[in-house]
Each structure stands twice: as structure tokens, then as C-alpha cells.
């Protein structure tokens, strides 16, 4: 298990080091330069700033500078336009809380709600409630997070005047709860019905099992065996779906902290793509990136730790 | 017990053999139905599901729409006329009904009760709806409900409203849908391509190449999507072309590795065996006796994959990588909308419903597909 788990993290570090490569140079080959659409600049102010900022070397020592700076002083360049000679690590740092915040709020609430509308489902099978919730499950799937972000914001926030119709930075506690409930609500819609619509087939497939049979035969009543054995064997391969869907809440999460002005990585990352302020955008690569591999790392780590029967080995897995 | 072989009947006179019941007439029955191929069988069993024959109509009526919808009037998607701008939809015949959204109006605040009847300033019809009237420092005050176009003085009609720019909505909607929907099936149609192709490969020669080729898409697959997308379109620019091929990147991994499964099922078969002892080639082999075999689940992942597609674009238009302006597109249109979301919310509230209908209809499509090509898998 030691031995799997170094090599997992070996990958993860590789995987890591490929991306930030591959983003450097994508960004650095790209055509135009940072001086575009500054006409007044002389070639003397030009070449100053070149020098000082290293991009009159060769793309590939700047690269090993780069690298360097961020392996040994955890220093990720300076941003150059949206806030001028400000450390990017700087920038981010006060981004990074809120965008984990609503993120991880709205996976929170989203697993209770689905575990919830998923065992109803299952306990009901091919009858009316089934219908009319798995009815909303395909529209909480189908519906783009940023359609829901938007109605919430609506109808909720402007017409019943509920809640602030976008986000005050300077809440604290509940109120910050209270302001950033619309996003975290309009996230959590998708991620409700992936895990009730999985949980439903897992449990519907799990009733039907002999041991549940024998649990019944023992004398527990229904309920007793339906939450005993069957909802908790159920939950073993949702493991598997719920941690990657950290990362799929993230990329809604882009929008929807737009539509809200939160003031998050997602805003960040939109402001410096649209001012080519590339140091930033290869920080927020960066962390997209680092969050996607962590969930991806946990999940084939969790494989083992919480169902006992996938033993990993040497051996290949087919 | 003698066991008789050809040899014994060799000395019978063939001529003295006569049949037996050549004057019975037989009982048996031609069938009278036709049978029932594999595609039949499937479209029998979908049609039974009623949710995803109304979600394919929906469907056709969307794809009819973009394709006929912006011939529909006269005006041009990129028509700019700033003396008409964000004015709200008006379709007459629906206004008369009493449709309170389609009646072109528009509501202005604080206005003096006392000029009401002033036809210089309110235009004769126009006010559609006076309400809230109350006394200011001793003036009558309300707020009004007028006919945007009558107000303002425009004799055209603009059936969803006009942005920003004073372009048409109607027009600008449809042709967006069409774009939205050219760019999702291309993409999903090149990833199925690339998947199917690789996934066999892959499958059917198994062993090292199946390695080699898995871990390939490993690594592909360690790239966040929203990542890869970025990079993809910062490199080869916003067009229509750069955002396919940033949807097909990494979308194709999933139906390589379905399509490997469905070959690792079926390669074991007696029926392939047979025709390799035939002589049959790898090739015929691979996508002539084994392929076929995948078809449904071909065809429902290419039906699921496209609300997701459809998302993606969306999603590039949002953060500011999608189309270039003025051409619209599903994702473009809600993106603009948003931004005047509280004063003019129509201009949201038609690309919103286009996509979610769009996108659940999709999905239901693709599950009635998955249910009548493979009715085990049912709810699943």
C-alpha cells in the first residue's frame, strides 16, 4: 500500500510539472507581446522592461527561471496588467478561500439532499414519487448550473429581494453564508441528482440482493435492513463519484462566481485571460489543474481504504 | 443393434420410393407479420416511452427553428440601429391574447399623473397599465406600463426584443441555436469517430498496444478539462474550428475506453474465431463483425454527449472564449443577457430556455435510446 501510494504521488508530481510545462510554453509561443496596444512606449522603455522582466532571453531559460523562482521562493512571477508589479502568489492567496468555500459548501449540501431523493427513489420504485423526482433529476442534470445561477439570482435575490443580489465581500459568519447561499445553491442542483439518480440504481440493484433476504429472514423489519445493509453497501462506488465531482463543481463554479461578482478564482481567471495577463492565468491553470489531480489522486486512493475487496496489487486490474 | 450406414440402402430401387403426404395439404402458416430486425426492435421499444418521443419532437421543433427561424423575418442577425435598443418582445396576436410578456411593454417610475393625457409625451395607446399611484409633496405620482414600441416611436416589430445594439433577438436566438448545435454535433461526431477508432484498435489488439495506448489516454485524462479548453483556445484563437476541436480533446477518452470494453466482450466470441479461420482481415474483422455489436451504445453516448457539448460552449462564451462578436451563439446570447439581467431579464429568459429545453430534451432522448437498445439497463 506505501509502495502504491508513493507511486501515485510520484505520478501526481509528474503529471503536475508536464501541465505547468506544457502551459509556460503555450503561453510564452503564443504571437503578440505584452507591449501590444501601448503605442507611446519607446523601443529604449521596451527593451528595459524586457530585460527586467526576462523576456529578452531564450524561451527556454526563461522557463528554467520560472521554475526555479516558484521551486525555490514559492514565487510565481508578478502580474503585469491587471494589478502591475503585484506578486501573482499575492493575488491568488486572497482569491483561493472563497472560491474553496462555496465549492465546498455546495458538494455539503448537495450529498444529504441526493442521498435523501436517492434512497426515496429506490424505496419507491416505478411508482409516482419515482416518476416526479427522477423527472427533476434529468432537469437538475441537464440544466447548465449557470441557467439555475441566473434564475436564483432573479427571482430570489431582485424580485423577492431575499437575498443580496450579488456578493458582499465584507460579510463575516452567516451573513457571508446568507450572500454567497444563491451560488452555492445554484452548484449544488447537478451534483444533487448525479448522486440521487447513482444512488437509486446502486440501492435498487443492492434490495434485491440475497443477504438483504437473509437480513429479512433473520426478522429485521424492512427499514432496519434497507439502512443497515443495503443503503451502506450502496455507498462504497459512490466514493468514486463523488470526489471527481469536486472538480466538476469547480469548472461551474468559473460562471456562476462571475454572475454573483464573487470575487473568487474564477473571476480571476476570466480578468486575466481577457487581459492576457498570462502570469496570472498560468497560476489559475495551476490550481484548476492541482485541485483536478488531488480529487483524482484521493479517488484512486480511497479505492482500497474503503471497500476492502479492491485489493490493489501488482497485478493487473481487468 | 446394427448401426446402418449408406452402404446398406445402396441396392434399393429408387424408382419404387414414393412420398408420403405429397397429397396432405400442410398445416403450418406462412408468417404473416414481417420480423422485427434489431433497429426495429429498438425504435418499438422507444417509442413506447413517451417522455423520449416528446423530448426527440422538441428536438426536431428546435432544429427546424434554427434552421428556418432567422429567414423568419427580415431583419439580419448583426442589423444595429441604436434608436431601438433593448427594446422588450412584442408578437401582436399574442399581446391581443392578453400575454402580458409579449406585449412590448416597458415600465417607467415616478412618473406625474397630471401628464398623462399630454399625447406629446405618452403617445397615443401607449400606456398600457398605470399603477401605484401616490402623492408626492402633494403630486400625483405613479408608475406606468407602456408600449415600448409605441413610445418610442418605432413601427417595426421585434418579436423577442432587440440587445444592446438594437439587433434582433429572434434572429440573433435562432442563429446562435444553429451555431450551438452545428459546433455540438461536429465535436460529438469527431469524438465518437476518434473514440470508435481507437477504442477498437485498442480492444482488439489488447496486450502491449492496449497498454500503450490506455496509458495514453491517462494522461490525457490528467488534464482538467477547463484547462485543457483554455489553453486550447488561447493557442488556435475563437473560432467555430478552435472550439470543436477544444471540445473533441479530451471528450473522445470516453468512448475509447467504451468501445474497448464492448470489444474485449465480444473478440472471444465462436462467431469472430470462425471468421478468422476464414482468412477475414483485421480490419473487416474489427469493424465489420465486432463493431456492429457497439452500435446502440454508440449511438445513445452520441446523444448524451451533446447537452454537454452544448454546456461547454456556453462555458467558453462565459469567461470571454467564445465566438467573436457580432456572430452569436447560445452561450454569447446569455452571456450579454446576464449582464443587463435586472433591467431587461427577456433578453436572458429566451437563450435560458433554448438551452435548458435543448439540454433536457438531449438527455431524454439519449436515455430512451439507451433503454430501447439495451432494455436491461433500465433506470440505470
Known amino acids: 500500500m506505501t509502495k502504491y501510494i508513493m507511486q501515485r504521488l510520484l505520478a501526481t508530481v509528474i503529471t503536475m510539472f508536464v501541465i505547468l510545462t506544457i502551459g509556460f510554453l503555450v503561453i510564452r509561443l503564443m504571437p503578440g507581446s505584452i507591449f501590444d496596444g501601448y503605442d507611446e512606449m519607446t523601443p529604449e522603455m521596451m527593451q528595459a522592461l524586457n530585460a527586467k522582466y526576462n523576456f529578452d532571453k531564450p524561451v527556454i531559460v526563461q522557463y528554467f527561471i520560472y521554475l526555479k523562482n516558484i521551486l525555490l521562493h514559492w514565487d510565481w512571477g508578478i502580474s503585469l496588467k491587471m494589478n502591475p508589479n503585484v506578486p501573482v502568489w499575492t493575488i491568488v492567496k486572497q482569491k483561493i478561500p472563497v472560491t474553496l468555500y462555496v465549492n465546498f459548501y455546495s458538494l455539503l449540501l448537495s450529498l444529504p439532499l441526493g442521498l435523501l431523493a436517492g434512497i426515496v427513489m429506490a424505496l419507491k420504485k416505478n411508482s409516482g414519487i419515482d416518476y416526479g423526482v427522477s423527472f427533476l433529476v434529468v432537469i437538475f442534470i441537464s440544466v447548465p448550473s449557470f441557467v439555475f445561477a441566473t434564475g436564483l439570482q432573479y427571482f430570489l435575490a431582485y424580485k423577492f429581494g431575499w437575498f443580496p443580489i450579488i456578493y458582499d465581500v465584507n460579510a463575516v459568519g452567516t451573513a457571508k453564508l446568507h450572500s454567497l447561499l444563491l451560488p452555492i445553491l445554484a452548484l449544488a442542483f447537478s451534483p444533487i441528482a448525479r448522486v440521487a439518480r447513482y444512488l437509486r440504481a446502486e440501492l435498487a440493484e443492492t434490495i434485491n440482493s440475497e443477504y438483504m433476504l437473509l437480513a429479512r429472514t433473520k426478522g429485521l423489519t424492512y427499514t432496519q435492513a434497507t439502512i443497515r445493509h443495503g443503503i451502506r453497501n450502496s455507498l462504497v462506488p459512490l466514493m468514486n463519484i463523488i470526489i471527481p465531482m469536486f472538480t466538476t463543481i469547480m469548472g461551474g463554479s468559473l460562471v456562476v462566481e462571475r454572475i454573483f461578482a464573487i470575487p473568487g478564482m474564477g473571476g480571476l481567471m476570466i480578468q486575466a485571460i481577457n487581459t492576457s495577463d498570462h502570469q496570472v492565468t498560468l497560476a489559475t491553470l495551476m490550481f484548476y489543474s492541482f485541485i483536478s489531480i488531488i480529487t483524482i489522486l484521493l479517488v484512486d486512493l480511497s479505492y482500497g481504504i474503503v471497500d476492502p475487496r479492491i485489493r490493489i496489487g501488482g497485478g493487473k486490474a481487468e | ?380
Open chain 2, 1 to 380: 443393434m446394427k448401426i446402418f450406414d449408406k452402404n446398406d440402402y445402396k441396392d434399393l430401387d429408387v424408382s419404387k420410393l414414393q412420398y408420403v403426404q405429397l397429397e396432405e395439404s400442410i398445416h403450418d402458416t406462412n408468417f404473416e407479420t414481417k420480423p422485427i430486425g434489431f433497429f426495429k426492435d429498438a425504435m418499438l421499444r422507444f417509442c413506447k416511452n413517451k417522455s423520449s418521443v416528446v423530448a426527440s419532437i422538441l428536438i426536431v421543433i428546435i432544429i427546424f427553428f434554427a434552421v428556418f427561424g432567422p429567414m423568419m423575418n427580415d431583419k439580419g442577425f448583426n442589423d444595429q440601429d441604436l434608436g431601438r435598443v433593448n427594446a422588450p418582445p412584442k408578437i401582436p396576436f399574442l399581446a391581443d391574447m392578453g400575454v402580458g410578456l409579449f406585449d412590448g411593454g416597458m415600465t417607467l417610475v415616478n412618473r406625474r399623473v397630471e401628464n398623462l393625457s399630454d399625447t406629446s409625451q405618452y403617445p397615443e395607446g401607449c400606456i398600457l397599465d398605470v399603477y401605484n399611484r401616490r402623492f408626492i409633496n402633494g403630486v400625483e405620482m405613479c408608475d406606468l406600463e407602456v408600449d415600448y414600441y409605441i413610445y418610442n416611436d418605432v413601427d417595426e416589430v421585434y418579436w423577442f426584443g432587440t440587445d444592446y445594439l438594437g439587433r434582433d433577438l429572434w434572429t440573433r436566438l435562432w442563429r446562435g441555436a444553429r451555431i450551438s448545435l452545428v459546433i455540438a454535433l461536429v465535436s460529438v461526431v469527431v469524438n465518437v469517430v476518434i473514440g470508435v477508432t481507437y477504442g477498437s484498435i485498442a480492444g482488439y489488439y489488447g496486450g502491449k498496444i492496449d497498454m500503450v495506448m490506455m496509458r495514453i489516454t491517462e494522461v490525457i485524462n490528467a488534464f482538467p478539462n477547463i484547462v485543457v479548453m483554455t489553453l486550447f483556445i488561447m493557442i488556435f484563437g475563437t473560432g467555430i474550428f478552435s472550439i470543436i476541436l477544444a471540445l473533441v480533446v479530451r471528450d473522445w477518452i470516453g468512448t475509447a475506453r467504451l468501445i474497448r470494453a464492448q470489444f474485449y466482450r465480444f473478440k472471444q466470441n465462436e462467431y469472430v474465431l470462425a471468421a478468422k479461420t476464414l482468412g477475414v482481415p483485421d480490419r473487416t474483422l474489427i469493424f465489420r463483425h465486432i463493431l456492429p455489436n457497439s452500435i446502440g451504445p454508440i449511438i445513445t453516448r452520441t446523444a448524451l454527449a451533446v447537452p454537454g457539448a452544448i454546456f461547454s460552449e456556453s462555458f467558453l462564451a462565459y469567461i470571454g472564449l467564445g465566438l467573436r462578436p457580432p456572430e452569436p451563439s447560445i452561450g454569447i446570447l446569455l452571456s450579454e443577457g446576464q449582464k443587463v439581467l435586472l433591467y431587461y431579464p427577456t433578453q436572458v429568459l429566451f437563450p435560458a430556455i433554448l438551452i435548458s429545453v435543448l439540454c433536457i430534451s438531449f438527455n431524454m432522448f439519449g436515455n430512451g435510446l439507451r433503454d430501447a437498445f439495451d432494455p436491461t439497463q433500465r433506470g440505470a
